[in-house]
C-alpha cells in the first residue's frame, strides 16, 4: 500500500524585497528613536535571509489596521495564492481538479469562516463532495505533518487523490510596537510564499518517490518554546532560546530510531528535505545527525533566497529536491521539520 508524491508545486508572493530594506523598515518602525540598531542590524544579518517575498508592497505594511486588517488581506491573498498553487501542482501531476478527493489546508498566519479550503473549491471546481480538513496552530512543522496525514487517508482510500496546500504570509503578523528579541529575529527570518502537494494512492498509478513510513513526536512540557501569543494587534511571536537544545537532546535519537525500524542508518539516506528554520538549526540539526558536507544545501538555498516560510518551505525543499538533485532509484530520503508542542515530523521517502 504505496502512497506516492505525484506533483509539489511552490509559489512565492509577489513582492520581493532585500534584506537590507526590509530591515530599514523594521528599524523605522520598531526603533524610530535609534537605541537598538546595532542589535536589530545583526540579528538580521544572523539569519543568513539575503531577500524575501512579500504578500504586500513594503511600504503598505504601514497602513494596516490592526489584527482585522491584516486577517483580510491574509484571506484575500491566501485564497489567490492557494488556489494557483493547487492548479499548478495538479498541472504538474496531469490530473483534474475534479479528481481531488481530500484537500487539507494548513497555515498558521491567518484565519477564516468559511475556510480558506472551502474558497479554494469554489475557485478551483473541485466536486461538491471532496473533503476537506483545514489545519492550523502545527506551524513549521505542518509541511511534513501534511504529507504525512495525506498518507494515513490513502492508506484507506488507495484509489483516491489527496491534496495538501500551505499558504504562510507571515509578513502580516508582524508587531510593529514589540521591540522583543523573537520579533525582531523573526521579522528578519520569515517570508511569505504557498507550495501544494499532490499524493496519489496505491491504485492509481503515479510517478514519483513513495511515502514508506511516517513518525511524529510530541515532547513533553515544551509548548513554552514556540507559538503565539494572540492579543487584540493580532499574533505575537513566540521564539524560545532553547528550541535549538530541544533538537540536540532529542532529534538524533528519534531519527535513527525510526530509521532502525525499516534496517536503515543514517548514511543510507540520499536525501535530506529539511525545513529551514534558521542558521542556529540547521547548525545544530547537521551537528546531531552527522551530516555529511552538503547535505542541507538545498534548505541553506532556500533559507537565503526567500527565509523562513514556516509550513511551506519544507515542501518547496522538496520541489527543489525533486527538481533539481533526485536521487538514485530506489535509494532514500528522509523529510523532517520541527514546531510548535514543541514536535517534529519525520516521512521517509523511496525514489
Known sequence: MTTRIAAVHGLLAPH??????????????????????????????????????????????????GFGGANDVFIRAATDLGARTVR???????????????????SVTGIATPSIDARIAGRLGLRPDVKRVPVFGLGCVAGAAGIARLHDYLHGWPDHVAVLVSVELCSLTFQRADRSPANLIASGLFGDGAAA????????????????????????????????????????????????????????????????????KTKDITAWVCHPGGPKILHTVTETLDLPAGALDLTWQHLAEAGNLSSSSVLHVLRDTLAHRPPPPGSYGLLLAMGPGFCCELVLLRW
Open 16 to 65: 520581493r524585497r532585500s534584506q537590507k530594506a526590509i530591515t530599514d523598515a523594521v528599524g523605522g518602525a520598531c526603533l524610530p528613536d535609534g537605541p537598538g540598531r546595532a542589535v536589530l542590524d545583526h540579528l538580521h544579518s544572523s539569519t543568513q535571509v539575503r531577500s524575501r517575498h512579500m504578500v504586500l508592497p513594503l511600504e503598505d505594511y504601514a497602513g494596516l489596521d
Open 88 to 106: 499548478g501542482a495538479l498541472r504538474t501531476a496531469g490530473l483534474r481538479a475534479t479528481d481531488v478527493d481530500l484537500l487539507v489546508f494548513t
Open 197 to 264: 502537494v499532490v499524493a496519489c494512492g496505491a491504485h492509481r498509478p503515479a510517478r514519483g518517490p513513495a511515502v514508506v513510513a511516517t513518525r511524529s513526536h510530541l515532547y513533553p512540557d515544551t509548548g513554552h518554546a514556540m507559538g503565539w501569543e494572540v492579543g487584540s494587534s493580532g499574533f505575537r511571536v513566540v521564539l524560545d532560546p532553547v528550541v535549538p537544545e530541544l533538537i540536540r537532546s532529542n532529534l538524533a535519537g528519534d531519527v535513527r530510531g525510526f530509521l532502525d525500524e525499516h534496517g536503515l
